[in-house]
């Protein structure tokens, strides 16, 4: 394992996981260039996983111009998963944020944030940022946050539990800042040489979360409707058994996460419970080849029958709705008109009704 590298005076890293990425690569880049006064504070860690492509050539040039600010790690490939976990272990940030290379960051969010997790969000484990979704394929965007009530705040599990059409969208990697001690303390390695290490990044870590600070400023820029992206549907049905096998990691975890509160265990079924959800999604609507989508289905509910049977109950009525979808042949427009109609039921806390309303989409 890379020994850890102590943290300094910086206030927050950004690790920058990077694969074949020369053509995305100076955007992401060109959008952490702030003032001399926040290039201080500021770490960017660019972790190249094997690229053959001029891309880590590019991040030099990046090196040269800013060499207190910018770093370049280059690795043998080992996934998305493997270039994280050596960007938490080599950063000096108080904070850590993950930037995928093909995406980028709002430059005046950024100066903002640096700002907030200096001083207001200091003793924060978690800090939850707002972001925005580009989609290439039709110019749409759309802003995602908590609300501008709930902006500047804090909070706890509990909160996020009793609120959870407010707060899950900005529990993801795109959502995400963690406290770098915080996170080091629990010792985690992401599942490498797989494809949906960030279910584990959004469900684990974040279980065990006691302080979590809300901002409403957009940090993140969101790249998505490429086909080579892990969401794709083409991807999904393609890598089905990665997104198993994180799933079961993910699920080792609590036997041995112990000492989680209650309200982290909550979480984490809630959390996990979406991603199994979206594991039948996949194998029962999205996946062309039906047969085979189906008994992948089949496969993984009996082996989470018996090994989380909680987790198996909280996701059986989801697994037989779409398993109706999927006879008499709705499409995926069909399944996300029903998980809207869902989400705005506004389920919160141990599956009681929350008192606020949600304002997800």
Not at 44 to 64: I, T
Not at 159 to 170: I, M
Not at 231 to 259: K, M, P, Y
Not at 307 to 332: A, C, D, G, Q, T
Request: overall charge positive.
């Amino acid at each position: 394992m890379t020994e850890k590298v102590e943290v300094s005076g910086k206030v927050l890293t950004i690790i920058i996981p990077m694969y074949q990425s020369e053509s995305f690569i100076k955007k992401c880049l060109d959008s952490m260039v702030l003032g001399r006064t926040d290039l201080e504070k500021l770490e960017v860690l660019v972790v190249n996983d094997g690229s053959k492509d001029c891309s880590a050539a590019l991040v030099q040039e990046y090196v040269y111009r800013y060499p207190d600010t910018v770093r370049l790690i280059n690795k043998e490939n080992g996934g998305h998963g493997s270039a994280v976990n050596r960007g938490i272990s080599q950063c000096r940030g108080r904070f850590f944020k993950v930037v995928d290379a093909d995406d980028w960051v709002c430059t005046q969010g950024l100066a903002k944030i640096l700002q907030t997790l200096e001083h207001q969000a200091g003793r924060a484990d978690v800090v939850l940022a707002a972001y925005r979704m580009h989609d290439i394929r039709d110019g749409n965007m759309e802003m995602v946050s908590c609300g501008r009530d709930a902006a500047g705040t804090w909070t706890g599990l509990c909160g996020v539990l009793q609120d959870w059409g407010r707060y899950r969208r900005l529990l993801t990697l795109h959502g995400l800042i963690y406290q770098t001690e915080f996170y080091r303390t629990q010792d985690l390695q992401l599942p490498e040489h797989v494809y949906y290490d960030d279910a584990y990044f959004d469900v684990v870590p974040a279980a065990h979360a006691r302080r979590i600070y809300v901002s409403d400023t957009v940090l993140y820029e969101y790249r998505i409707g490429d086909e080579n992206q892990s969401i794709s549907r083409r991807n999904r049905e393609t890598r089905l058994g990665e997104l198993e096998n994180v799933l079961f990691q993910i699920c080792e975890t609590l036997e041995e996460g112990q000492t989680l509160s209650e309200a982290g265990k909550c979480y984490w079924y809630r959390r996990t419970a979406s991603f199994v959800a979206d594991y039948y999604a996949t194998a029962l609507i999205r996946a062309e080849n039906r047969r085979r989508g189906r008994m992948a289905a089949r496969a993984f509910s009996n082996r989470l029958k018996q090994e989380n049977r909680k987790l198996w109950r909280m996701s059986r009525l989801k697994y037989f709705v779409l398993f109706f979808m999927h006879v008499i042949r709705l499409k995926e427009e069909h399944l996300q008109a029903l998980f809207r109609i869902r989400e705005r039921a506004g389920f919160g806390y141990r599956g009681k009704k929350s008192s606020r309303k949600s304002n997800s989409r």
